[in-house]
């Protein structure tokens, strides 16, 4: 190699100089996996390489054999990798290593706890693998040359504290050469039997051959080329499954369920994909990546193939490796590909199978997957009518039969609890299980030990009418339409029926005072120990879903309610003795709008004026306040 040419020297750019304290003072166990990161880093070159070589036939030239080389300096203390993939230009260099790889790593790692910032293997996950060089060296060298070029290589150099130094070498040809000098208590990575140990538990999956010279000086395979998803499921290991979810996929912890599969038939192709047992942070941003990797006879073609699993699968990690799809597809030509489309109908198939066996098999454990993703799996009932039978059968709901968020049901389970008389499902909707459960629209409900879901993840709302009816029975909300319990509620209607005359008159009359704020007053037979309640004619929209299009930015034209009364209530008994005495009396008009109020309140929503409602409150304070002391 030719002179290298006089070294510009720069800062680090802000972030990355912070990310850098935190990666060699914080770090602290495992120190090994920089050799994973360095290997996944030459891996990834290769494959860009062997990609780009799709469309560029003249790109690789005569030097068509794709591979990674480790050589190591045990008396010097000096781990060298290299590979002949893709390298980098200048500009990508100082794009890459000199700012954060990735946005938001760094904000990622100041949240993280002290326990998480001691474990290491988190590396990967935030796209800083380059980083983790400096948790065992001292200075760093590299020497890149892109792939195509015809000027001079890249050498970029640093100790990893405040700057790095760039400038213009000579290479003979295209890729990626890292140089490690290690620190003196770091001298074990230079000794073979170290990163043959370290290859072997966790790159031993990377589809490129790794070469380490041997006693001899004879450069030797140390790792199987066969990528893992084209093994027979028999010859894998569960730690070979965990180690490829955690350091190729960037999985976060061990996966909840593995999906290992070859379809052969009139297409071929192999899967590998991973169900999580956590949600990623990211899991409802509309810009995340999806975990699919796409290849095509063991060529990597894309990282993030959004047309092999639909959205609401977003949470599945993997790969898949057709034998069908062209060498030269695109994600345009993907989008219309039959292929694509019938490899996607059965990879949806297996997962919503696996799901469904999780359920059945290992209840548990599924209860904890769907605390992660269950709200994210519901928007396949909106979304994918093909598979909307299958999906009703995994989805779960919370429930007033049971007495935590985490106690989950599904529509099968509600069905076999029915009561004999009862012809429907219930369910009411609502921001929270603290607010619905507290709702006075269930007071009847729980009288007669007639269950109801709750319906509180925001989807909800939108997926109940995809859902409409389950074995028969229709779904019906308790705070929409005049309430029907047929048999079961045979003795609350023939009370209501009794009520409504006596209480017609005061009906009209609260009608008169809240005007246009309610579309209509009534007697009610769901109420038990409330005085009032509102609730929305049938089909209309109720008051959480008016919340959740505001919320989103929609324009909503309020829907009136139709406010309900307790005619056994001792409030309204006294309030119709009032207006029986004085149909105009003064009272009367405020005790109106205090329960009106008070109705808005118990849904957990805030009255049109807040403070004529705490006036009321104070008032009727005071009344009580003083019966008491002249008492």
């Not at 389970?413 to 009862?422: G, K, S």
Request: hydrophobic residues 35%.
């Amino acid at each position: 190699m030719a002179k290298t040419a006089d070294l510009e020297s720069r800062e680090f750019q802000t972030e990355a100089k912070q990310l850098l304290h935190l990666m060699i003072h914080s770090l602290y166990t495992h120190k090994e996996v920089f050799v994973r990161e360095l290997i996944s880093n030459a891996s990834d070159a290769l494959d860009k390489l062997r990609f780009e070589s799709l469309t560029d036939k003249e790109i690789m030239g005569k030097d068509t054999t794709l591979d990674i080389h480790i050589k190591l300096d045990k008396k010097a203390k000096i781990f060298t990798i290299s590979d002949n993939g893709i390298g980098m230009s200048r500009e990508e260099v100082v794009e890459n290593i000199g700012t954060i790889a990735r946005s938001g790593s760094k904000a990622l790692l100041e949240k993280m706890s002290d326990k998480e910032k001691l474990d290491s293997n988190l590396i990967g996950q935030f796209g800083v693998g380059f980083y983790s060089v400096f948790m065992v060296a001292s200075k760093v060298k590299l020497v890149t040359k892109r792939a195509g070029d015809q000027g001079p290589a890249t050498v970029w150099e640093s100790d990893g504290e405040n700057a790095y130094a760039i400038g213009e070498t000579q290479k003979p040809g295209r890729g990626t050469e890292i140089t490690v000098y290690l620190k003196e208590e770091e001298a074990e990575y230079a000794e073979d039997w170290k990163i043959k140990s370290i290859v072997k538990k966790y790159s031993d999956f990377i589809a490129f051959p790794i070469y380490l010279p041997d006693d001899k000086g004879k450069e030797e395979i140390i790792n199987e080329t066969k990528p893992i998803w084209k093994r027979e499921p028999a010859d894998v290991t569960d730690d070979q499954y965990e180690v490829f979810y955690k350091h190729s996929l960037n999985g976060f912890e061990k996966p909840l369920k593995i999906i290992h599969k070859k379809a052969e038939g009139l297409l071929e192709y192999s899967y590998l994909m991973f169900i999580p047992e956590k949600a990623p942070f990211d899991l409802f941003n509309f810009e995340r990546k999806h975990g699919v990797k796409l290849y095509v006879k063991r060529v990597f073609i894309m990282d993030d193939c959004k047309e092999l699993l639909p959205e609401y699968l977003r949470f599945i990690k993997g790969v898949v490796d057709s034998e069908d799809l062209p060498l030269n597809v695109s994600r345009e030509t993907l989008q219309q590909n039959p292929i694509v489309e019938k490899m996607k109908k059965n990879l949806v198939g297996k997962v919503v199978g696996a799901l469904k066996e999780l359920s059945d098999t290992r209840p548990d454990e599924y209860k904890k997957f769907w605390t992660q993703f269950g709200a994210v799996l519901k928007e396949g009932i909106h979304s994918d009518y093909e598979n909307k039978d299958k999906l009703l059968e995994i989805v779960r709901f919370q429930s007033s039969n049971a007495a935590t968020a985490e106690e989950v049901t599904s529509l099968k389970q509600y069905v076999e609890r029915m009561r004999t008389d009862q012809k429907d499902i219930y369910y009411i909707a609502g921001e929270s299980r603290d607010i619905v459960e507290k709702s006075p629209h269930l007071e009847v409900f729980r009288d007669k030990g007639i269950e109801v879901l709750y319906l509180v993840d925001p989807i909800d709302e939108f997926i109940v009418h995809d859902i409409y009816n389950f074995d028969g029975k229709q779904l019906k909300s308790v705070t929409q339409g005049d309430l029907d319990l047929g048999e079961l509620g045979k003795e609350e209607k023939e009370e209501k029926e009794k009520a409504e005359s006596s209480y017609k008159k005061l009906t009209e009359r609260i009608k008169n005072i809240l005007g246009d704020e309610v579309k209509e007053v009534r007697v009610t037979t769901r109420l038990k120990d409330s005085p009032c309640c509102l609730v929305a004619e049938d089909g209309g929209m109720s008051a959480h879903m008016e919340k959740i299009m505001k919320s989103m930015g929609q324009t909503v034209n309020p829907t009136k309610r139709i406010m309900e009364i307790n005619a056994e209530h001792s409030i309204l008994r006294n309030m119709n003795r009032l207006y029986e005495k004085d149909p105009k009396d003064t009272q009367l008009e405020e005790w109106v709008k205090l329960l009106y109020d008070q109705a808005i309140v118990s849904e957990g929503q805030v009255p049109k004026d807040p403070l004529a409602y705490a006036q009321r409150v104070n008032e009727l304070l005071v009344r009580i306040s003083s019966a008491c002391v002249k008492d």
